[in-house]
């Protein structure tokens, strides 16, 4: 996306954020009876999403994704309080909707979150590739490792992986799917010649040969170089190991605070890391907060919404999410105790953001700390007239150094019709919001950076040095040493 010189004015880039699931960042929500993210299993319930959000020009539909339930609180291995809230249980695969969207639409991105840890990269390259030939090009892909026990134990493990090992086996996993979509093609090597009846040019296919610590992968891929080859990368991790893996490998970063110092610091680091490190342009780098708007047309109106969906919301099913989060079960505590003097640095280190952006909170409790998850999770939820929205979202763009933002919901698809309805006309007045796609039936990624014809990662980025170009010997081409 093409920015100004003020950073208070870059043209956003706005995702929609869900999952396969009912309520997702907002448990129980299911129950409001303008509510139908009950309806997740239903088809024609995401191809209405994507046509909605695709006519007010979103760019993309974020779908969030997890291989377990949350079975922390009140647990061990109690799934209760999240099966019976609808905490993101049940939750469906979310790459499987996507070419049904796709066949509806023309421009919108969709990006799906897939984890490394348990999925072959042979496989999940073929699945990616797949989805980028069905959609035209229009497919991201959030590289994540996982983070819930639950999901290992169903996947052959006793229990995660450690987290910087997982960075380690994911550093070297999109290495090996670079390597397929980039390198095994040559860009022509499709050539189709019924008069010499070949369909791809043997010389222009080959095996990358990868073998390393935790793979070995001769290849190659088996699937034609598709659109983009390499879907749009996104990345969501703040860790040490997460910000040096954004730091090279994201083109986009999803970050989640309930204020712009919470975020602002981990945004700094990673374009620094980008830049001295990796000798990519760290404003190449888009990074998008999580984000749920509750609006009205009066502050009254966006006020007694709220009140209406935190009445409604579930306790229960805020506490499983926050337990599945952080691997912290809040049921230890009393329901009146003051958790910002607890002996836990991790729910500590929370508190203290929340307070600093609640300052008006006397006391954080388990209660209290619900409460602020169950409208909008782990995000910050902003509550208000579309102009006092829209001056949020600038005090973000303007302290955090953010692109853009990843919408989640209250009541789907109520919210998203209030943000194209009353936010999205504001954000266009101020010159923060495209009227139109750049690219019109472009990839994902064109439309991503505004720039006709990118379907493949921008210079600098590591996957650019894979691409085996039209008309380039083999010889002339060494797949890239990792």
């Known amino acids: 996306m093409a920015t100004s010189g003020n950073p208070a004015r870059k043209s956003l880039i706005l995702n929609a954020f869900v999952e396969m699931c009912s309520g997702h960042q907002s448990p129980g929500l299911w129950r409001h009876p303008n509510d139908e993210s009950w309806r997740f299993n239903d088809v024609h319930h995401w191809i209405e999403l ?15 994704d997890v291989l377990g339930g949350y079975d922390v609180y009140k647990g061990p291995r109690n799934l209760d309080p999240a099966i019976i809230s609808g905490a993101q249980w049940p939750v469906n695969e979310p790459l499987a909707v996507v070419p049904a969207m796709a066949a509806a639409t023309k421009n919108i991105g969709f990006g799906v979150t897939v984890a490394t840890t348990y999925e072959q990269p042979y496989h999940l390259a073929r699945r990616l590739s797949t989805v980028d030939h069905l959609t035209n090009g229009r497919i991201g892909w959030n590289v994540v ?3 819930l026990d639950s999901a290992a134990r169903n996947l052959g493990r006793s229990e995660q992986p450690q987290h910087d090992d997982r960075y380690a086996v994911a550093e070297e996993y999109i290495r090996i799917t670079y390597k397929l979509w980039e390198s095994s093609w040559r860009d022509d090597a499709v050539v189709r010649d019924r008069e010499r009846g070949v369909y791809t040019e043997p010389s222009r296919v080959r095996l990358i040969n990868h073998e390393g610590k935790y793979y ?8 034609q170089p598709s659109p983009q080859r390499t879907p749009l990368i996104l990345q969501a991790g703040t860790s040490k190991a997460g910000k040096k893996f954004a730091a090279q490998h994201a083109e986009a970063i999803f970050v989640a605070g309930h204020s712009p110092s919470v975020v602002s610091k981990n945004i700094a680091e990673i374009r620094e890391l980008a830049k001295t490190e990796f ?6 780098l888009k990074f998008l907060a999580l984000f749920c708007p509750v609006l009205g047309r009066t502050e009254e109106e966006a006020q007694d919404k709220f009140a209406d969906y935190c009445n409604i919301g579930s306790i229960e099913g805020a506490l499983a999410l926050f337990g599945g989060w952080t691997g912290i079960d809040l049921n230890q505590y009393s329901d009146d105790q003051e958790l910002r003097h607890v002996e836990s640095n991790a729910i500590r280190s929370a508190v203290e953001g929340w307070s600093k952006a609640s ?3 006397a006391k ?8 602020h998850i169950t409208v909008g999770g782990l995000g910050t939820t902003s509550v208000g007239t579309p102009k006092q929205v829209a001056d949020e979202l600038e005090r973000w763009v303007a302290e955090a150094d953010v692109d ?8 789907n698809p109520g919210s998203f019709v209030d943000i194209i309805e009353l936010l999205l006309p504001e954000l266009r007045q101020r010159g923060l919001f495209w009227n139109d796609y750049a690219v019109v039936r472009g990839t994902y990624r064109e439309n991503f950076y505004g720039k006709k014809g990118q379907s493949g990662p921008l210079e600098g980025h590591p996957a650019a ?5 039209a008309g380039v010997d083999a010889a002339d081409h060494k797949i890239p040493t990792d």
């Open 50 to 64: 994507a046509k909605l959000l695709e006519e007010a020009k979103f760019h993309g539909i974020f779908i969030a």
């Open 279 to 284: 000798g990519r342009d760290p404003r190449s």
């Open 404 to 411: 853009g933002f990843n919408f989640a919901y209250a009541i």
């Open 364 to 371: 954080w409790t388990k209660l209290t700390v619900a409460k």
């Open 359 to 361: 300052p008006g909170v």
């Open 465 to 469: 040095k894979y691409r085996w170009k």
């Open 145 to 147: 490792t996982g983070y």
């Open 216 to 223: 070995t992968v001769p290849g190659p891929h088996i699937c």
